[in-house]
């Protein structure tokens, strides 16, 4: 019999969203099929998802920085933890997959160490600039069919200055949902009472989107004295912070409430009957349009309106043709004024199982020989040496409370 692994580099699976649902119907899919799975990651918090708890022990918070610039044993030493319980001898076949930038380097020098594919399936919305050594490095995976991306425009945004490339190189797989919403009970959600007008969002808070959606919600509200609005955001922020803010923000409105449920998987499905609009982007948007609700999709580059998810815009994550409109305005288009009326709009959200097939079919069609970058001796830009170095030098713990310190910051400069 064939014996199997596959290993995967993640940022989080604590929490839940479209990252952490990919990973869980990931590694259901595959030891469906009899692969062995470990899944690695170097977030923090609280394991959610019951399927993901067993890898709770795996966080290995240097995986967040590149490794150029640790010393040769620390890098050696973070490759035997991740290969601790793989011997390549014991497997037929061997896959490694990382979801980000620095995790693909990682995950290189763990596909060398085994002789095994390495494929990078980047699940990230955003792209930073980065060093002409790194973009060699991605230059060289793509040209191998090793790179994916999770929109047709990733790999653009990606390269984007580096290289041009062509309808037919802009390989993207898809992350299904198709198991987030099912006919469940739950208190928050049965005692929701529906009002003039119910806006719902399904989101981790902590995405750049949700502050600013807050505000043209709160906007809307203050147009529409008359009306008794409703937002129901299904999602947390890894602090906190988020919550607070927004709910600080409406305290004096008195047309507008706000309620905060925290993370659900899956999803009651009559949340649904409850919600007129939601508004949302990637794999939230294809959940409420596929329950048949009318959904609101933002780019998620500057956070303005795509358009309704199935009926004006196939995208929901980027696209080059946004609405003139604000959030706000929108909404009074759609639920004050009537102008955009669609018939109901059903988004199908195909099965993970036959999607992730598309994924090893992907993988099935890259390059047959084993290459592989040399990824430690590359130039990294002078932020990424002094994120490594701070890590170095406050230790994990400290460096982790800089960042939650950062991030709360940043969440209370957003207007």
Same mark, same amino acid.
Request: net charge neutral; glycine share 6%.
């Given at each position: 019999?064939?014996?199997?692994?596959?290993?995967?580099?993640?940022?989080?699976?604590?929490?839940?969203?479209?990252?952490?649902?990919?990973?869980?119907?990931?590694?259901?899919?595959?030891?469906?099929?009899?692969?062995?799975?470990?899944?690695?990651?170097?977030?923090?918090?609280?394991?959610?998802?019951?399927?993901?708890?067993?890898?709770?022990?795996?966080?290995?918070?240097? @995986? &967040?920085?590149?490794?150029?610039?640790?010393?040769?044993?620390?890098? !050696?030493? =973070? #490759? $035997?933890? %991740?290969?601790?319980?793989?011997?390549?001898?014991?497997?037929?076949?061997?896959?490694?997959?990382?979801?980000?930038?620095?995790?693909?380097?990682?995950?290189?020098?763990?596909?060398?160490?085994?002789?095994?594919?390495?494929?990078?399936?980047?699940?990230?919305?955003?792209?930073?600039?980065?060093?002409?050594?790194?973009?060699?490095?991605?230059?060289?995976?793509?040209?191998?069919?090793?790179?994916?991306?999770?929109?047709?425009?990733?790999?653009?945004?990606?390269?984007?200055?580096?290289?041009?490339?062509?309808?037919?190189?802009?390989?993207? @797989? &898809?992350?299904?949902?198709?198991?987030?919403?099912?006919?469940?009970? !739950?208190? =928050? #959600? $049965?005692? %929701?009472?529906?009002?003039?007008?119910?806006?719902?969002?399904?989101?981790?808070?902590?995405?750049?989107?949700?502050?600013?959606?807050?505000?043209?919600?709160?906007?809307?509200?203050?147009?529409?004295?008359?009306?008794?609005?409703?937002?129901?955001?299904?999602?947390?922020?890894?602090?906190?912070?988020?919550?607070?803010?927004?709910?600080?923000?409406?305290?004096?409105?008195?047309?507008?409430?706000?309620?905060?449920?925290?993370?659900?998987?899956?999803?009651?499905?009559?949340?649904?009957?409850?919600?007129?609009?939601?508004?949302?982007?990637?794999?939230?948007?294809?959940?409420?349009?596929?329950?048949?609700?009318?959904?609101?999709?933002?780019?998620?580059?500057?956070?303005?309106?795509?358009?309704?998810?199935?009926?004006?815009?196939?995208?929901?994550?980027?696209?080059?043709?946004?609405?003139?409109?604000?959030?706000?305005?929108?909404?009074?288009?759609?639920?004050?004024?009537?102008?955009?009326?669609?018939?109901?709009?059903?988004?199908?959200?195909?099965?993970?199982?036959?999607?992730?097939?598309?994924?090893?079919?992907?993988?099935?069609?890259?390059?047959?020989?084993?290459?592989?970058?040399?990824?430690?001796?590359?130039?990294?830009?002078?932020?990424?040496?002094?994120?490594?170095?701070?890590?170095?030098?406050?230790?994990?713990?400290?460096?982790?409370?800089?960042?939650?310190?950062?991030?709360?910051?940043?969440?209370?400069?957003?207007?």
């Amino acid at each position: 019999m064939m014996k199997k692994k596959y290993i995967i580099l993640t940022n989080v699976i604590d929490s839940v969203g479209g990252a952490q649902i990919y990973v869980r119907n990931k590694v259901k899919f595959l030891e469906e099929l009899g692969w062995t799975v470990d899944v690695f990651y170097y977030g923090k918090g609280e394991v959610i998802l019951s399927e993901l708890k067993r890898f709770k022990n795996n966080g290995i918070p240097f @995986l &967040r920085c590149y490794p150029q610039g640790y010393p040769r044993l620390r890098i !050696n030493r =973070i #490759i $035997d933890q %991740i290969l601790a319980s793989t011997d390549k001898n014991e497997y037929n076949e061997i896959i490694v997959e990382s979801h980000e930038i620095p995790l693909a380097l990682w995950g290189e020098l763990a596909a060398k160490r085994l002789n095994c594919k390495h494929i990078i399936y980047l699940v990230q919305e955003t792209f930073p600039t980065l060093s002409a050594d790194i973009y060699e490095f991605f230059d060289f995976k793509h040209k191998r069919k090793e790179l994916a991306g999770i929109s047709k425009t990733s790999l653009e945004m990606l390269f984007h200055g580096h290289k041009e490339i062509g309808d037919s190189e802009k390989y993207s @797989l &898809r992350a299904a949902c198709s198991n987030a919403v099912d006919d469940v009970s !739950n208190e =928050i #959600i $049965d005692n %929701i009472v529906r009002e003039d007008i119910n806006i719902g969002c399904i989101t981790r808070l902590d995405k750049p989107y949700v502050v600013p959606m807050a505000n043209e919600i709160i906007c809307f509200a203050e147009n529409y004295k008359d009306k008794m609005i409703q937002l129901v955001m299904v999602g947390s922020s890894v602090s906190g912070e988020v919550e607070k803010l927004i709910l600080n923000k409406i305290k004096n409105i008195d047309n507008l409430k706000v309620l905060i449920t925290g993370y659900m998987f899956p999803i009651p499905r009559n949340l649904f009957e409850k919600i007129d609009l939601f508004i949302g982007v990637s794999g939230s948007a294809n959940v409420s349009a596929a329950e048949g609700v009318l959904t609101l999709t933002l780019d998620v580059r500057d956070n303005k309106p795509m358009g309704l998810f199935g009926y004006d815009t196939d995208n929901n994550l980027f696209s080059d043709s946004k609405k003139d409109e604000s959030i706000s305005e929108m909404l009074q288009q759609i639920l004050i004024e009537k102008k955009i009326a669609p018939q109901t709009t059903q988004i199908t959200i195909n099965d993970f199982r036959q999607v992730y097939k598309e994924h090893l079919a992907f993988i099935n069609g890259s390059c047959e020989d084993k290459l592989y970058y040399d990824v430690k001796n590359l130039n990294i830009s002078l932020y990424d040496m002094a994120k490594k170095v701070t890590l170095g030098i406050l230790g994990v713990n400290c460096y982790q409370k800089l960042i939650d310190v950062r991030t709360r910051l940043h969440i209370h400069q957003i207007k």
